[in-house]
């Protein structure tokens, strides 16, 4: 499957963004569809995810509340959105996917900037 990233911008903080990550050559029903994050000096982090069964979610701590992951099938689209950001939201943001039966992302999509000023 190739993964297509996009929505990113600079936003003030308090503001909201829409990440979209269009899936092709591939089915995104049959993947884990995780977004991450990297900013500048740090490892890459695991924002979002959404499991291909059931659609059961995670986020981590610092988005809780915030950002919300979703997946349309019908659009094979893995949509991020991202409300109330702070400057500390400012990353690299990639989509990636994790065929069913795997715990392992590999499939990437090219990063999206986000950038939150104060």
């Known amino acids: 499957v190739q993964l297509q990233a996009s929505g990113g911008g600079l936003v003030q903080a308090g503001g909201s963004l829409r990440l979209s990550c269009a899936a092709s050559?591939?089915?995104?029903?049959?993947?884990?569809m995780g977004w991450f994050r990297q900013a500048p000096g740090k490892e890459r982090g695991l924002v979002a995810s959404?499991?291909?069964?059931?659609?059961?979610?995670y986020y981590a701590d610092s988005v809780k509340g915030r950002f919300t992951i979703s997946r349309d099938n019908t659009k094979n689209t893995v949509y991020l959105q991202m409300d109330s950001l702070k400057p500390e939201d400012t990353a690299v943001y990639y989509c990636a996917g994790a065929l069913r039966g795997n715990d392992k992302y590999n499939y990437w999509g090219q990063g999206t900037q986000v950038t939150v000023s104060s």
């Open positions: 050559g591939g089915t995104i029903s049959n993947y884990n």
């Open positions: 959404v499991r291909y069964v059931f659609g059961s979610t």
